[in-house]
């Protein structure tokens, strides 16, 4: 899938750039049955995780470069999610902390030993060379927090759905790309210009499997996402391989005043 974005990216970086300014001129498509708030709880319904831990990978991919791969340890605690990232090396990096209140989220770089709670556009900008921002790793938040505008046909695919949408407060607008059921298959992150900045796809799941019993099962939710950096290059690859779903996190996790201890 890696090697498919890479051509993606090399065909259609520049002509994207150009071609998304005209976005929200596109004409709107027929209404489907569903309205559009009813579609974003579908959506949410769909990255739903049940408590628990996740553990996984974030992969780096370069061209002519090494690959690097990190660790992750998401907590969920529904609403709440406590995200560690670990490097390779197994040092800590990043602890960021989604109260599930709004967008409300905190970030803890380990090595400058230094707590941020990023604001308006801050919170969907890349937190490291892998292109990910605080908000991607605690999906569900459209219904509560997005806008929706209008519908439109996606130009390179054209039986995906795109709900374009808004986020109070800030100057990102959205496209929620949908299929005929609503699965959800892509989000896009887009400036106040029109300019498309990320994309972040959900391609087709892999089990996972469950913590001490080895149990591989096949999740609801998406397992993969893979994410592209228009301005940088950057592919990176969010994947979750195991849960626990005995684990029980301590109340003082989801504290920002314990973020940086």
Excluded: H
């Excluded at 096949?218 to 990176?236: F, H, N, W």
């Amino acid at each position: 899938m890696f090697a498919i974005i890479f051509n993606w990216f090399e065909i259609q970086k520049f002509s994207i750039l150009i071609f998304v300014q005209t976005f929200f001129l596109t004409p709107i498509i027929c209404q489907p049955a569903e309205s559009l708030q009813q579609v974003f709880e579908i959506v949410d319904s769909q990255f739903k995780r049940p408590n628990g831990l996740y553990r996984g990978t974030i992969t780096l991919l370069r061209r002519n470069e090494p690959t690097i791969v990190q660790e992750f340890e998401l907590i969920v605690r529904s609403p709440q999610g406590y995200i560690s990232i670990r490097s390779a090396r197994r040092d800590e990096e990043k602890r960021i902390l989604w109260l599930g209140q709004g967008l409300e989220v905190w970030l803890y770089d380990v090595p400058r030993r230094q707590l941020i709670r990023p604001e308006a556009n801050q919170r969907f900008e890349p937190i490291s060379a892998m292109g990910f921002s605080t908000v991607d790793f605690f999906y569900p938040w459209f219904a509560e927090n997005l806008i929706p505008v209008n519908w439109r046909t996606d130009q390179l695919i054209p039986n995906l759905r795109i709900i374009d949408a808004n986020i109070p407060n800030t100057e990102i607008r959205f496209g929620i790309g949908v299929d005929s059921d609503n699965r959800i298959k892509r989000l896009e992150i887009i400036d106040s210009r029109g300019i498309l900045l990320r994309v972040i796809e959900f391609p087709k799941s892999k089990p996972i499997v469950e913590w001490k019993t080895n149990r591989q099962f096949q999740p609801s939710y998406p397992t993969i996402y893979e994410m592209m950096d228009l301005r940088s290059g950057v592919v990176a690859r969010f994947e979750t391989i195991s849960y626990d779903p005995l684990f029980r996190p301590d109340a003082s996790l989801f504290d920002p005043d314990f973020l940086s201890r």
